[in-house]
């Protein structure tokens, strides 16, 4: 019985004893016939196999994976043809070696390959309609970072709120991780056990991680960028670890306006699609020397853009924008915020809810920072959701929850 191989070599034919062996037989045939070494085949019945650009491609035809499947099983007899998709070299019989490299002779890897297929451009449209910032949580985070830290330090935070059937990022509070702020970097000290109490209050309170939000400071030199590469790696890295495709990275900056007076600028953008694969993917390189142009996003390998290869990315290739707007939602953001430079103590509580004394309870505690405070610091960890969970409807707390908190702001 003979086959017919068409791969990116052409037509070949290999003798077979017939459509009951198996196609882990078949790719010992083909290894001894046309020196294609098994590892390296991928096999299909499907004529587009020969079109596949990417790892990820190969892994799509999967009719001729499993090894023990005989061929009859896939209608193939006398004639019939396969396609053969094989990295590496071969010498083709009668013919001269055959090198992926095309011109000049260089040998290709696969990896080599895959890079010359792999083209940047501008993602046009994002996958949220846009972003709306709660007025006293986004004013809360700038107003720290321009009256306490005077821009001088980098600062993040975890956005949390809810996206709309129609693709809108509400932002309704931002949790502010352990951190350490530099002039032009900024390292998260996450803690698993916190950001696991804080997505059970935000559970509670029928919201989820959203986006990221960051600063720059005036000591960067970004008036040629919108990102440098470090927040580029940094904002990708968080949104391939969201698995959200609405996704949103917000930078605030300060910047002089008109006037030469300083003025406080959000911007939002989404990781393009091409940026958060090629940081799953391990293209990015990480490491910086001080010659590095921050405006340019480094390569392992070569990539095209604009009809080019190269290792070097405009960082705006990555960045798709996103409208900004703003709302008022139902939460308060007078709590002070944790993770900031001043201890929270039980006097905070003390001091807020004397300040609210004259509001429902259930309105005294609708404040995240408070419910994060009474998770962490006075072991109510697997009770505050519950307790987010009324600030969610707005019904009443229990009586005994209301007495353990206050009891616990009159021992302060």
């Known amino acids: 019985m003979m086959l017919r191989i068409r791969s ?214 970004k008036k040629d960028y919108n990102f440098s590469n470090k927040e580029i790696i940094q904002a990708a890295e968080l949104h391939a670890e969201s698995e959200l495709k609405e996704w949103v990275t917000v930078v605030v900056k300060l910047e002089a306006n008109e006037d030469g007076a300083a003025d406080v600028h959000f911007e939002a953008f989404q990781m393009s699609d091409m940026c958060v694969k090629l940081l799953k993917d391990g293209w990015f390189v990480t490491e910086f020397g001080e010659n590095d142009d921050p405006k340019l996003s480094k390569m392992k390998k070569d990539v095209v853009v604009g009809g080019k290869d190269v290792k070097e990315v405009d960082n705006d290739f990555f960045l798709v924008v996103v409208k900004i707007f703003d709302h008022q939602g139902p939460l308060s953001t007078s709590f002070p915020i944790e993770n900031r430079k001043d201890l929270v103590t039980l006097r905070a509580l003390k001091s807020h809810l004397d300040r609210t004394k004259n509001l429902p309870f259930v309105k005294r505690i609708s404040d995240f920072h408070l419910l994060l405070f009474l998770a962490k610091s006075q072991g109510l960890g697997s009770d505050v959701p519950a307790l987010a969970e009324c600030v969610n409807t707005q019904t009443a707390v229990p009586e005994g929850y209301q007495l353990l908190i206050e009891s616990m702001a009159t021992a302060a």
Do not use: W
């Not at 350490?180 to 109490?197: A, H, S």
């Open 8 to 221: 990116r070599d052409g037509l070949e034919r290999i003798q077979v004893d017939g459509p009951q062996i198996t196609i882990s037989q078949l790719k010992t045939l083909i290894e001894s016939q046309l020196q294609i070494p098994i590892q390296n085949q991928t096999l299909s019945t499907d004529q587009n196999l020969l079109l596949a650009k990417t790892l990820a491609d190969l892994l799509r035809f999967s009719d001729m994976t499993d090894p023990s499947i005989p061929l009859s099983a896939l209608n193939l007899s006398h004639g019939s043809i396969i396609f053969l998709y094989y990295h590496g070299e071969r010498t083709v019989r009668g013919g001269p070696t055959v090198s992926p490299a095309g011109s000049f002779g260089r040998k290709m890897t696969m990896d080599d390959l895959i890079a010359k297929q792999t083209r940047i451009t501008r993602q046009e449209s994002p996958h949220c309609d846009s972003v709306s910032f709660d007025r006293d949580s986004a004013n809360a985070f700038q107003r720290f970072v321009n009256e306490t830290l005077a821009f001088a330090s980098k600062r993040g935070g975890f956005m949390y709120g809810t996206v709309t059937d129609e693709g809108r990022v509400e932002v309704d509070f931002i949790y502010e991780p352990p951190q350490q702020g530099l002039e032009d970097d900024l390292v998260l000290l996450r803690d698993p056990e916190e950001e696991k109490l804080v997505d059970a209050i935000a559970a509670g309170l029928g919201r989820k991680r959203v986006g990221f939000i960051f600063t720059q400071t005036i000591m960067q030199e």
